[in-house]
């Protein structure tokens, strides 16, 4: 990865060797040669292929085009060989069981790899990133992902522990359950055979009190989607400032009961898990459990920085420019460590939620 002071230094010394070379010539350019390499673009890499929301094809699109319509990233895609699109795509419009793979024809990838269609879980031996070329990665994996080589494991921790950049969305944190470093970079997960009783949960209480408790044997939970209202719990965060206290999100699934080594974790936002609200349809007896639970949160994971979002169920989900606005931002925090995208004048307040309708372009 490029270091920001690399990159800092690097960008100073082409403006010097510029400004000098135009101050032969003419200033206008020279302004112009300055203006353009101060704007060189952060490097992500979303990476994708295997999950149980089978929506995914799409929502990866749109999460690089909300990115590059900042006009601040460049956006790649590393996708596995052997895709999986899981059983959550009921609700995509215009698509069913049969027909759910065309998302992947639809919403294709320039990448000019084969990319094989598969209805169960296989490894990609060849999945293998380099990790190091970009400011910060984008997981968009979900459950049942296949588990990495041990190499490909040890070069992310590595670019992990060296200052790199992660963001974790919505099922990203069911995915490898069994990974110890993996689990330490997310702070808390769900599902994905994580162990019952291993970990810590977080949560605030009525009074706004954070807490964490020893996990009980309870699993992660949601309840039917629904639009809910987040709450900030720090303000002053780089990718909270200027929000509003609490905003309403569009519809979506409000995970509770997330758990894990919850090490270094900043809790950004939270949503209130409503006891009968948020019990599980098709199995009513499992409750929802009664506490604000941590939906946005921050990590360091030795140099690194991570974004989590357990935002982003479906595709309407991403619409919510709640979503939009705090998943930039929380980018641009965990390539940099500054946020400068505005608020925008459509971002939602408590009574009323709001998206923007998206269409590939
Ligand atoms: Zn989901």
């Known amino acids: 990865m490029l270091s920001m002071s690399i990159r800092l230094y690097i960008v100073s010394l082409f403006c010097v060797i510029t400004l000098s070379n135009c101050q032969n010539k003419n200033n206008t350019s020279s302004v112009k040669d300055e203006a353009s390499i101060v704007k060189e673009k952060l490097k992500a890499l979303i990476i ?3 999950n149980n929301h089978g929506v995914w094809p799409k929502t990866t699109m749109m999460m690089k085009s909300y990115l590059e319509e900042t006009t601040l990233f460049e956006v790649a895609v590393y996708r596995t060989k052997y895709t999986y699109q899981g059983p959550h795509h009921g609700e995509v419009d215009g698509y069913n069981h049969d027909s759910i793979k065309r998302l992947l024809e639809n919403y294709k990838l320039e990448d000019y790899k084969v990319h094989i269609p598969s209805d169960s879980i296989i490894a990609d031996p060849d999945f293998h990133p380099d990790f190091s070329k970009y400011d910060v990665v984008i997981s968009n994996f979900g459950m049942d992902s296949s588990d990495w080589t041990t190499e490909v494991k040890a070069s992310f921790e ?3 522990q ?6 974790v969305v919505h099922a990203a944190n069911n995915s490898f359950g069994n990974w110890d470093a993996f689990n330490e970079m997310i702070g808390v997960g769900g599902w994905g055979h994580r162990d019952l009783n291993k970990g810590k949960r977080i949560y605030y209480d009525g009074s706004g009190k954070g807490l964490i408790i ?13 639009e809910f209202v987040l709450t900030s719990r720090a303000p002053e965060h780089p990718i909270m400032k200027g929000l509003p206290r609490e905003w ?9 009961r997330l758990r894990g080594p919850a090490k270094n974790v900043t809790v950004l936002a939270t949503s209130f898990s409503d006891i009968e609200g948020n019990a599980q349809p098709w199995a009513p007896e499992n409750k929802g459990s009664g506490k604000h639970e941590p939906l946005l949160m921050t990590i360091d994971y030795g140099k690194g920085r991570i974004f989590h979002t357990a935002l982003g169920h479906m595709d309407y989900s991403m619409e919510s420019v709640g979503f939009i606005v705090t998943f930039t931002r929380g980018s641009q ?5 500054n946020v400068s995208i505005k608020v925008p004048t459509d971002f939602p307040n408590k009574e009323t939620s709001s998206k923007r309708a998206w269409r590939l372009k």
């Open 48 to 50: 994708d292929g295997q």
């Open 158 to 160: 590595d670019y992990m």
């Open 162 to 167: 060296n200052g790199g950049g992660l963001v």
């Open 248 to 256: 309403k999100h569009t519809k979506d699934e409000l995970y509770d």
């Open 333 to 337: 925090w965990a390539a940099t460590g």
């Open 214 to 226: 020893p996990a009980n044997g309870e699993e992660t939970s949601h309840g039917p989607e629904t």
